[in-house]
C-alpha cells in the first residue's frame, strides 16, 4: 500500500479558483516537503514543515501540517496557469537525519485561462 | 535556494551499453546524495543513498551491480546504468539535502534515459 496517500490525483479549476491538495499517511511525517513539478523536469522546492500544526506561506500558496503530524494540505489561493504542474508531497518517515524522502503519486493541477 | 545539476538532461543509448549520469551539488557540499527514478505518471522511487567516502546504499529490489553509484566527492555523485536494456528507460533524478535551509532536500533538473 502507498505509504503516503494523494488526494485529489488531478485536478482542473478556472483560473482565480482557490484549490486545495491533501496528503495522507498512516504514520508520522518527521518533515514533509511540497515540491512542483513539470512533466519531465526536476522538483522545484515549495516548502517544508516539521512541527504539528505548523503553517507556511510563500505568495499564494500555503501548506499546513497537523498536530498529529500525520497529513498535510497544500492551498493555492486564487490559482494561475503558472501554478499548474505536478505537485507532489515528500516526507521523512524515519525520523532519523537520513533524509530519506518517500513521495506521494502527485497532484496533476490544470488551470485554465 | 541551493543548487543541483544533473548531466546529461538526456541520452538515448543502445541495447547493452553503460551510461554514466552526473550530479552536482553546485554552491554546497553534500556527504550524501540520493538517486530516484521516476516512471510515467508515477511518483518517485528512491533508488539508492550516495556516501561521500563509501559504499552507496541501495533499496530493496534494486541491483546494486545494475547501477553502480559512485560518490567521488563532496559535490558529485555518479549513476552508471551498466549493460542497460530497454526496461531501464526512465527518469532519474537525484537530489542532496542542504542543511543551511532546515536540512530541505533540493533535486536535479532530471535525467532522461532511453534505451534501445
Known amino acids: 500500500s502507498q505509504e503516503l496517500e494523494q488526494s485529489p490525483q488531478s485536478l482542473i479549476v478556472q483560473e482565480g479558483k482557490n484549490l486545495t491538495i491533501n496528503c495522507t499517511s498512516s504514520?508520522?511525517?518527521?518533515?514533509l516537503y511540497w515540491y512542483k513539478q513539470k512533466y519531465g523536469e526536476g522538483l522545484i522546492f515549495l516548502m517544508m514543515l516539521q512541527k504539528g500544526g505548523e503553517e507556511k506561506s510563500h505568495e499564494k500558496i500555503t501548506a499546513k501540517l497537523d498536530e498529529k503530524k500525520q497529513q498535510s494540505s497544500l492551498h493555492i489561493t486564487a490559482s494561475q496557469p503558472s501554478h499548474a504542474g505536478i505537485y507532489l508531497c515528500g516526507a521523512d518517515m524515519g525520523g532519523g537525519s537520513n533524509y530519506k524522502l518517500t513521495f506521494g503519486k502527485g497532484t496533476l493541477l490544470t488551470v485554465n485561462p | 535556494g541551493a543548487v543541483v545539476s544533473q548531466h546529461p538532461s538526456r541520452v538515448i543509448c543502445k541495447s547493452g551499453t553503460s551510461v554514466k549520469i552526473e550530479c552536482r551539488s553546485l554552491d554546497f557540499q553534500a556527504t550524501t546524495m540520493f538517486w530516484y527514478r521516476q516512471f510515467p505518471k508515477k511518483s518517485l522511487m528512491l533508488m539508492a543513498t550516495?556516501?561521500?567516502?563509501?559504499?552507496?546504499?541501495?533499496e530493496q529490489g534494486v541491483e546494486k551491480d545494475k547501477f553502480l553509484i559512485n560518490h567521488a566527492s563532496l559535490t558529485l555523485s555518479t549513476l552508471t546504468v551498466t549493460s542497460a536494456h530497454p526496461e531501464d528507460s526512465s527518469f532519474y533524478i537525484c537530489?542532496?539535502?542542504?542543511?543551511?535551509?532546515?536540512?530541505?532536500?533540493?533535486f536535479g533538473p532530471g535525467t532522461r534515459l532511453t534505451v534501445l
Open positions: 550516495s556516501n561521500e567516502g563509501s559504499k552507496a546504499t541501495y
Open positions: 504514520k508520522t511525517l518527521y518533515g
Open positions: 537530489s542532496a539535502p542542504f542543511s543551511g535551509t532546515g536540512d530541505t532536500q533540493y
